[in-house]
C-alpha cells in the first residue's frame, strides 16, 4: 500500500528480464530458487486470486501459481493490470520448468535453462537428471563512466552469453593475465533485513579498505543497491550478483584469488563457507571447521567441558518428538533457535508442550537441513563482547552490559559501555573464557561472545567467530579500528605488534548507550513484545560523562518521549 514496509532490497542485473527475475528471488534469501512458493501449492483458487489482486510481498507468487493452474495471461492482466509483457515472461520460466519435469535433461535445454536463470542445483532438481554440462557463464560489464571515458571500477555481471555463440568476457580485460598484485575476494552481507543491516556493510567495506591499503586487489560480491560496498569506488571490481553458491563459484573460477573473506557480511556470507571448504577455496581468517565448531551442540560443548565453561544445559533436536522430551528434560521455560541463524531468527522462549508443537511445526514446513538448538533459559544478566584473536592473544576493546533481561534478542537490547553492574572477578573471567574458546576453536580474526551473569557466575550463551552488529558501536566508541585489526590478523599480523595491546582496552572516561529503534507504527499487526526474535529495524547512540545523560540522549534520539518527573508510567508483564 501507501505505507512502506521494506526493510530492503536486492538488484539483480542480466541480458533478459527472466534471468534478471531469478537472480532477484534467490538473492533475497528467502529460501527460493524458482517462483514456485510450496505453501502455495495447496492454497484455494480464492485465496490465491485475493493474493495477487493486492500488493504482498508474496504477490509474485500468487500470480505464478495461478498460471500453473491454468489462468490466461489476459485474465490475470484483467485482474491485477500486470502488464502483459510481464506476465508473458513469467509464463517463459513456467513452461521452461514443465519441459524439465519431463525428465529429458539435453544439452539445448540445459543451455536454455542457464539462459534463463536457473541454477545447476535448480536445474537438477525440477528434471530429476543430474547434471553433466560444463556450465560457462561470462560477464558483462555496465560501465559506470557511460562510454565518455575509461571506467577504472565497473560493475560486472553474469549472463550465459558464451563465447561459442559469439559472447565475450569482458571481466577478463579487466583481470589482466600478470597481475601486479594478489587478489582477494570479499563477501557482502545482501539485502538489509532485520537481524542483518547496514552495520555488515559497515564492516564488510572497512576490511576492503584494509586490504586495499595493504596492497591487495579486492573484489567484491554484493546484489545490495543501497549500501556503499556497492559504490564504484569502494573495490577494485564489483559483481552485481546473488551470493548464493553457484554465482560466487562462478566469480572465483575466473578472479582466481588467494582467498576469500566471509567473517564480515553476517549469515549471508558464512553459510556459503561449507561451499567453499567444499571445493578447496581458502577462507581468510577462521576456517569453515571454526564456524561449524561453533553451531554443532556437540563439539562445542565437548570445547566448553575441556576449558571449563559453564552454559546453560541443552539438546540438539530435528523431530517434535525429540524436542519435547529435550524440553521436558531440562525443565520450562526453554530456549529453542535453528542452528546458522542470525537476528534470533525463528528463536522463541518456550514455556509448555503447546509452544514446543506449534514452534516444530513452523520449522519443519521449511527446507531445515540444520538441527535446532533447545536450552535452558537462566534469566540473568546478559552480557556481549567483540574480540580479535591472532591464535595467541586477544583483544577485548570493550565489555558491554545489556539492560533487558536475558532472553531479549542483543540487537533489540539497550546496551550500555562500560558496563555499569560488573565486578573486576567477572571481568577477568569473560576475558579468560573469550580467550580459551577463541583458541580452541582456533579462531583467526574477529568472535562474537554473549554471556549471562546468573548466581554470581558467568554462563557462555552464543559465541560466533565472525563480525556482529555491534561492532560499529564498540569500534567507535573505543576508539579501537577493530575491522582494520582484525583484517591484519586473518593475513598473519599479530595483535601485539599492531599499536592496542592484548586483553582488555581501556575503558572509556565517559558512557556510551546504544538503544534499539523499532518500526511498529509502519508494520501493524506486528507483536511489539520483546524476545529472542530481533524486531529492530536501527539504533542510535547515545554519548555523556554520566550513565544517566547517555540514557537520555539514547531516548531521545530513537524517539520516545521521556516522561517528566509526577508523570505517570505504564508497565506490562508479560
Given at each position: ?453 546468573y548466581n554470581d557466575d558467568i554462563y557462555v550463551i552464543e559465541v560466533n567467530p565472525r563480525s556482529s552488529r555491534t561492532i560499529p ?102
Amino acid at each position: 500500500g501507501t505505507q512502506m514496509k521494506a526493510t530492503g532490497e536486492v538488484m539483480s542485473i542480466a541480458d533478459t528480464f527472466e534471468m534478471a527475475l531469478m537472480k532477484a528471488v534467490r538473492g533475497a534469501e528467502i529460501s527460493l530458487d524458482t517462483l514456485n512458493l510450496p505453501k502455495f501449492a495447496t492454497e484455494s483458487e480464492e485465496d490465491l486470486w485475493h493474493i495477487a489482486t493486492h500488493a504482498t510481498d508474496e504477490r509474485l507468487f500468487a500470480v505464478y501459481e495461478l498460471l500453473k493452474r491454468g489462468v490466461s495471461i489476459e485474465k490475470m492482466h484483467q485482474e491485477t493490470m500486470i502488464d502483459c509483457w510481464f506476465l508473458s515472461k513469467i509464463l517463459n520460466l513456467l513452461n521452461y520448468e514443465r519441459e524439465l519435469q519431463k525428465g529429458q535433461l539435453t544439452e539445448e535445454l540445459y543451455t536454455q535453462g542457464k539462459k534463463l536463470g536457473y541454477p545447476d542445483s535448480t536445474i537438477a532438481r525440477l528434471s530429476g537428471c543430474e547434471v553433466t554440462f560444463e556450465r560457462k557463464p561470462t560477464f558483462k560489464m555496465v560501465d559506470t563512466c557511460a562510454g565518455e571515458f575509461a571506467a577504472h571500477t565497473p560493475y560486472f555481471y553474469a549472463t550465459y552469453d558464451t563465447e561459442e555463440s559469439g559472447g565475450e568476457d569482458e571481466a577478463l580485460e579487466f583481470i589482466g593475465e600478470n597481475r601486479e598484485k594478489q587478489t582477494v575476494i570479499v563477501l557482502g552481507s545482501g539485502p538489509i533485513r532485520i537481524g542483518q543491516g547496514i552495520e555488515f556493510d559497515y564492516a564488510s567495506v572497512h576490511c576492503v579498505m584494509s586490504l586495499r591499503q595493504l596492497g591487495y586487489e579486492v573484489v567484491i560480491i554484493n546484489n545490495n543497491p543501497e549500501t556503499v560496498s556497492t559504490d564504484f569506488d569502494t573495490g577494485d571490481r564489483l559483481y552485481f550478483e546473488p551470493l548464493s553458491p553457484e554465482d560466487v563459484l562462478d566469480i572465483i573460477k575466473i578472479e582466481k584469488p588467494i582467498g576469500v573473506v566471509v567473517a564480515f557480511g553476517g549469515q549471508t556470507a558464512i553459510k556459503l563457507t561449507k561451499t567453499l571448504a567444499a571445493n578447496n577455496i581458502p577462507i581468510l581468517g577462521s576456517s569453515a571447521d571454526t564456524i561449524d565448531m561453533a553451531e554443532d551442540r556437540e563439539r562445542f560443548d565437548e570445547l566448553l567441558e575441556r576449558s571449563g565453561i559453564k552454559r546453560p544445559k541443552g539438546h540438539t533436536i530435528m523431530t517434535t518428538e525429540e524436542a519435547l522430551n529435550a524440553a521436558r528434560d531440562l525443565g520450562y521455560p526453554v530456549l529453542m533457535r535453528p542452528s546458522y541463524v542470525l537476528g534470533g531468527q525463528n528463536m522463541i522462549i518456550a514455556y509448555c508442550d503447546e509452544d514446543i508443537e506449534e514452534y516444530m511445526a513452523i520449522i519443519l514446513s521449511h527446507k531445515q537441513d540444520n538441527p535446532v538448538l533447545i536450552d535452558k533459559y537462566l534469566s540473568g544478566m546478559e552480557i556481549e563482547v567483540d574480540a580479535i584473536c591472532d591464535g595467541e592473544n586477544i583483544l577485548i576493546p570493550g565489555i558491554m552490559e545489556h539492560v533487558e533481561r536475558a532472553g531479549v534478542h542483543s540487537g533489540d537490547s539497550i546496551a550500555v559501555y562500560p558496563p555499569i553492574n560488573l565486578e573486576d572477578k567477572h571481568r577477568e573471567l569473560i576475558l579468560k573464557h573469550t580467550k580459551n574458546m577463541a583458541k580452541h576453536l582456533n579462531v583467526i580474526g574477529l568472535i562474537n561472545a554473549q554471556y549471562i551473569l546468573y548466581n554470581d557466575d558467568i554462563y557462555v550463551i552464543e559465541v560466533n567467530p565472525r563480525s556482529s552488529r555491534t561492532i560499529p558501536y564498540i569500534s567507535k566508541v573505543t576508539g579501537v579500528p577493530i575491522i582494520d585489526l582484525a583484517t591484519k590478523v586473518m593475513l598473519g599480523q599479530k595483535l601485539k605488534d599492531l599499536g592496542y595491546g592484548t586483553g582488555i582496552y581501556k575503558e572509556a572516561d565517559y558512557y556510551a548507550v546504544k538503544a534499539p529503534v523499532f518500526s511498529f507504527e509502519k508494520l501493524t499487526d506486528v507483536d511489539t513484545g520483546l524476545g529472542p526474535e530481533m524486531k529492530s529495524t536501527g539504533e542510535v547512540l547515545g554519548l555523556a560523562e554520566t550513565y544517566p545523560q547517555a540514557l537520555l540522549k539514547a531516548f531521545k534520539g530513537c524517539g520516545l518521549r521521556v516522561p517528566k518527573r509526577g508523570s505517570r508510567v505504564i508497565v506490562t508483564v508479560k
